[in-house]
């Protein structure tokens, strides 16, 4: 008998399963993907196919492409080596969420040899089933639309209400329950003492330095908090960015934390009007934010460039030509062996004596003089004295009114604490009940302190210049600046020196040293001044726009 071949079967096809829901709640809750598995696997048996591989998809949304997983099996589809024919849905809403984007990934695989299918909706290569595949990419997509606008509307209604909408909190504050509906947390931010330290610190350093050097800048002040051990709440360390957006921040001294500010896939900022703010506890005095934004505002590189700020020429933006106003820059010469220095006019330095005759003076020798005038002359106790003598007469008048209102307001404080002695008194005496109308009354009395107990503190807070500056303070003063003016290294010299100057004007045979006298009392008060320079220059010192984007 002839041998007879056996006929050869097809293989079965091989399948991979995509799996994927939308947030890590689903994920965590073991709801939709364990389904999902189910589901498409039973499909996959009934087809008589083989699936060979698995890519689950936790936590990601469908409208565009940057998912890992799902990169990764396209990367897979397209490989020679891949082990899959047909990539099976449980709905095409799992697959894209976007119309347009669904079909050219589709079409993409089918060029490589493999289909995607779909366990609940009509597939195949019918130009009818294309047609309604479209259709139902079109329906997923303006369904996922529609739910993001109600999510975006929900959550902003949650923050109008004062609700923390799940993000990470930022530093300083912790997460914690505020109320439970039903089954949702309702959240808001408290502080988290430890890290709330750090932020004090942060803007203390930026200010006033650690009490053993003067401000630091924030990169100094990044290297300071990472050579003393302190790490963000991942453990990492601190950088110029995360720190300069902690300083910004206004909500650190407002209680007001902004929320929506930009629109979380495209970046953009948002429209002012729509920002909601929400209230959370305070970490840092509003008087101590101001003055850190009054010294960032003085070093932003588009109001002072940073050759003023950084800098190893001691009166470069102070010195200026008394004939035409331009600022005295640094020029040298060399002859032989030995190099000479001057502020030269840079009015004429750079665009020629039509400008400006100019006049160029030795380096050494201005900063001495101006060093040495400062020091005997203005740095003094009895010629600053005479300097803000006029200026304290006014405050000392002014501070008559205040001291008056102060009493008053002490005495308001007095008799409403005990009013509420007496109220409580009686309550626990059992001589009244506690009823409605007793506890509006205790609410009233609470209401009057609350009141007078806060126009106390604002008072003494407007108050707080006038009152620090004393005999003491300008002895201690005079002695503590010229004792950094003798010893400080130039950066130290120069922020010092811009504390208490705003302009020298440089005359062919005259120097004047101008400043103003309120900010010198705040400076002795312990006030930092704002800064009153505009842009001057054009901000290119980053040509390849690398650090000052």
Request: glycine residues 8%.
């Amino acid at each position: 008998m002839p041998f007879q071949p056996q006929p050869i079967l097809p293989s079965p096809r091989r399948a991979a399963l995509y799996l994927r829901v939308s947030t890590g709640r689903q994920a965590a809750g073991e709801v939709s993907l364990p389904s999902q598995r189910e589901l498409t696997r039973r499909y996959c048996e009934a087809q008589g196919w083989v699936v060979t591989e698995e890519f689950v998809e936790p936590g990601a949304s469908a409208t565009d492409d940057r998912r890992p997983v799902f990169q990764r099996m396209l990367e897979e589809a397209s490989s020679p080596e891949r082990r899959f024919d047909v990539i099976c849905v449980h709905a095409f809403s799992r697959f894209y969420r976007n119309g347009a984007e669904m079909e050219l990934t589709i079409r993409r695989l089918r060029k490589q040899g493999v289909e995607v299918v779909s366990v609940t909706q009509p597939t195949g290569d019918d130009p009818s089933q294309e047609l309604m595949r479209q259709i139902i990419g079109v329906f997923d997509e303006y369904t996922s639309r529609e739910n993001g606008k109600n999510v975006t509307r929900a959550m902003r209604e949650s923050a109008k209400q004062g609700f923390w909408n799940g993000a990470r909190a930022p530093l300083g504050y912790r997460i914690v329950e505020a109320e439970r509906r039903g089954s949702k947390i309702k959240k808001r931010l408290d502080i988290d003492p430890v890290e709330a330290e750090t932020v004090r610190l942060i803007f203390k350093l930026y200010v006033s330095g650690d009490g053993k050097s003067g401000p630091l800048g924030i990169k100094d002040t990044c290297k300071w908090l990472n050579s003393h051990g302190y790490r963000t709440r991942l453990g990492a360390a601190f950088g110029v960015g995360p720190t300069h957006v902690i300083l910004t921040n206004a909500g650190y001294a407002t209680g007001q934390w902004p929320y929506g500010r930009r629109n979380a896939r495209t970046g953009q900022a948002a429209d002012p009007s729509q920002i909601v703010y929400i209230p959370v506890p305070a970490i840092v005095p509003i008087d101590l934010f101001e003055q850190v934004q009054a010294r960032l505002a003085a070093h932003n590189p588009k109001v002072t460039p940073p050759r003023i700020v950084n800098g190893p020429t001691l009166l470069t933006g102070l010195a200026v030509c008394a004939s035409c106003g331009a600022g005295m820059t640094r020029t040298g010469t060399k002859r032989g062996h030995r190099a000479y220095t001057y502020y030269s006019c840079a009015g004429c330095h750079q665009k020629g004596k039509a400008v400006c005759k100019g006049r160029h003076v030795p380096l050494p020798k201005l900063d001495e003089l101006v060093l040495r005038n400062v020091t005997e002359h203005l740095l003094v106790p009895d010629r600053l004295v005479a300097i803000l003598e006029a200026l304290v007469a006014h405050r000392s008048q002014q501070d008559q009114a205040v001291a008056s209102r102060r009493h008053t307001l002490e005495t308001e404080i007095v008799r409403a604490k005990e009013k509420l002695a007496r109220l409580y008194r009686a309550i626990e005496d059992g001589v009244i009940e506690l009823d409605t109308d007793l506890r509006e009354r205790i609410q009233k009395v609470r209401n009057e302190r609350d009141i007078a107990q806060a126009s106390l503190e604002r008072i003494g807070e407007q108050s707080r210049n006038a009152a620090a500056i004393t005999p003491e303070r300008i002895e201690a003063f005079s002695a503590l600046l010229r004792e950094k003016l003798e010893t400080g290294d130039t950066q130290a010299r120069k922020a010092y020196l811009r504390s208490i100057i705003s302009r020298i004007e440089v005359d062919d045979h005259k120097i004047r040293i101008i400043g103003e006298k309120a900010s010198l009392a705040s400076v002795i008060a312990g006030q930092q001044t704002q800064s009153g320079n505009v842009r001057g220059f054009v901000r290119k010192w980053r040509a390849r726009k690398d650090s000052n984007l």
